[in-house]
């Protein structure tokens, strides 16, 4: 069953709008998004303090992060110039982020996250963050960009929870989309409320979640302190190294070859079957900054 929630009228102006926002991000190098003729940026940038002892990412690293990670992305030297490569002053945003109870966004991103948008002229009153209830907040429902971040983990129906999965709750019927171990995610995207708005996609990499069995699994044993976190445009792209850096760590925990299951199929298929962005890895330019150890990619 489709997601029809939408009447005609609101589709042709949230399309509209889309456009309009879309004729900024298509200046980007087309280096840095998905299905071009050069290969797809994503960064990985991982920093060892920025946890505390009890694993809580401390706020002034996470910002160093992010800004190191942008700038690298858009090669830019100024965080803030990098940003407005992304985000229009003009621009009505909303961060789609994940409250998973057990490994949710970080505060501390979110926080990061408004406060480069806001350098880039955006009114506080145009940003929300929000995850179950996008469909029912004004800013999401008028906006003209995105910014979709979350934490990866393992995931029952689709085997892994991330950039991808987390545009889910953008359906009305999310349930609909869970078919075939949640092979065609991708139509999501295409949905009038976020097709083309997507301006950036991070992947938070601090303590994944890298086995479990069962719904809503959870189990600390089973998370380790990457440190990191992935950036890019592509969401396809940032996914795909997000899954092999996941099935690495399965391998050297495990000390066998132990896929993910269900396979997390749903990616390969936004890039082959849907044409969202690019999940094969020698099409994409992985570029490593900071901490190297147990990099595991």
Known sequence: MKDTYYTRRKFLKDTAAAAAAGALYMTLPKKVYGKSETKTRVILIRNKNVLDSIHRPKPEIVQQMLDEAITALLDEKDPKTAWRKLIH?????????NEWSYLPTPEALESSIKKRVMDTGVSE?????????????????KSTALINVRPIRTHYWSGV?????????FSRLPFSHHGDSCADLAEIWKFPIVS????LNILVLFTPLFYGSGPHHFNPKYTWPYQGMLVGIDPVAVDSVGVRILQAKRKEYFREDRPINPPPKHILLADTRHNLGTADPSKIDLIKIGWKESILI
């Open 125 to 141: 009153k145009k940003i929300s963050i929000n995850d179950r209830g996008v469909l029912y907040d004004p800013i999401f429902k």
């Open 89 to 97: 002053p003009a621009d009505t945003v909303g961060i789609k982020s």
């Open 161 to 169: 929870g991330s950039l991808l999965k987390n545009y889910i709750m």
């Open 196 to 199: 083309g708005k997507t301006r």
